[in-house]
């Protein structure tokens, strides 16, 4: 047992920080090789590579049950630490939603995600990702104003931590808008900062988790070893050869309105049960679940209740990324679908390394008005021979 009670403050803020890491190591063990996959980005002069997760169920095909037992190894970290804080968790979007809204429900939370959408009739905070493609962001001010004064921290969600500037940047604007507020602190499946950015974050009292520890001195080298010689696919929005069936499942909750982490997680179930039913699995069925852009965590948690039914289940979504595909054995993504997007016609959306199933489930919160995005998924995936196709739109009423 050490006594704190003598000690200078940088020997205090020093035997935290070593016992945070720690716990850090001893926590579950993930392997570089199995969550930090290096791609290379597409037109990006900021920064020229990107970290592909395959267990994230974003950009790679994965087992909905490893993507989910991945985000509860993050929230255990924070289970014990934050026991008894009121706590508000802010997940990042695109990629980081999922994560977000399953560590929100296992802390028992209140949960928001950043969203790059049009929400009618609020405020925002506005900020942006400087490295990102699609770089501005917006949070929904509105929510934040009716919980501040009820939340004792918040912690923010994300699949990779690089520099720490976004997040940072985020905390200045909340401490501008409401004084005194809660504590804060950062949370990742990576952690690639360096050791100047983690002093800057303990200097400032914003305390960081992760999973794994990553450092990033030969990723740009990496990511130009790319021959990007991957197949790359246009986009086809003509009407397709195959009609989908489609479900419509009223209860849905938005996450870019503040939600609680636990009644999310119930409302996605039951969308899950009511799709399940519908769908009438069978064991030893191969099925693809595909969310939508920031809509991840409900085709997770659906993909995951398929695959108790069936044993045989892969789960991804599209994306905004442009990311370069290769051939090459050690990279991630060797196949690239453009599509338009299911929000916005005029947006164009990716989906990678498609193959044939037995069936193929999209599950999505966009409206359908717009036709182009579905009929460009639809015509990807009949492409690779899939010719079962379910369309289930989880709407609001």
């Known amino acids: 047992v050490i006594s704190l009670a003598f000690l200078s403050y940088e020997k205090l803020e020093a035997y935290f920080v070593k016992e945070l890491q720690r716990k850090q190591t001893e926590s579950v063990k993930y392997t570089e090789q199995e969550l930090a996959a290096v791609a290379k980005r597409e037109n990006n002069k900021k920064r020229s590579y990107l970290v592909v997760n395959r267990l994230q ?8 049950g490893k993507a989910l037992r991945m985000f509860g190894s993050l929230a255990e970290l924070l289970l014990e630490e934050y026991r008894g804080e009121r706590l508000l968790l802010i997940g990042f979007a ?8 399953a560590v929100a429900e296992k802390l028992g939370a209140l949960y928001i995600q950043t969203t790059r959408e049009q929400i009618q009739d609020v405020e925002y905070f ?33 699949d990779e931590i690089t520099t720490g500037n976004t997040i940072r940047n985020i905390i200045e604007l909340l ?42 001195d030969s990723y740009e080298e990496r990511a130009a070893d ?16 195959v009609v989908p069936e489609e479900y419509r499942i009223s209860g849905c909750r938005d996450a870019r309105r503040l939600t609680d982490g636990t009644l999310y997680k119930t409302a996605c179930r039951q969308m899950g049960r009511e799709a399940v039913e519908r769908l009438q699995p069978v064991r030893g069925e191969r099925i693809l679940v595909i969310g939508t852009e920031e809509f991840m965590y409900p085709a997770l948690v659906l993909a995951s209740m398929l695959e108790e039914k ?32 299911l929000y916005d016609r005029q947006r164009t959306t990716f989906l990678y390394d498609l193959s044939a199933y037995d069936r193929v489930c999209m599950v999505t919160d966009a409206g359908e008005e717009e036709k182009e995005g579905l009929y460009s998924l639809i015509n990807a995936l009949v492409s690779c021979g899939n010719e079962r196709i379910c369309v289930i739109r989880w709407c609001q009423a």
């Not at 695109?94 to 809204?101: D, F, L, N, P, R």
């Not at 044993?311 to 994306?319: A, D, I, L």
């Open 126 to 158: 506005y900020f942006s990702e400087q490295h990102s493609h699609a770089t501005e962001q917006k949070l929904v001010k509105d929510d934040l104003d009716r919980v501040m004064e009820r939340v004792d921290r918040i912690i923010f969600i994300e």
């Open 175 to 216: 401490k501008k808008a409401y004084p005194g507020c809660a504590g804060f602190s950062a949370a990742s499946l990576l952690n690639g900062m360096a050791k100047t950015y983690q002093e800057e974050y303990a200097k400032s009292g914003i305390r960081l988790h992760w999973l794994l520890r990553t450092c990033h």
């Open 310 to 341: 069936t044993g045989w289940v892969r789960c991804h979504s599209t994306t905004r990324s442009p990311i370069l595909v290769s051939s090459e054995a050690w990279y991630p993504l060797h196949e690239r679908y453009e599509l338009r997007s």
């Open 57 to 64: 169920g974003k950009h790679v095909p994965v087992s909905p």
């Open 94 to 101: 695109e990629t980081a939603t999922a994560i977000g809204a």
């Open 226 to 241: 790319c021959r990007g010689d991957g197949i790359c696919h246009g986009c086809d929005s003509s009407l397709p050869a």
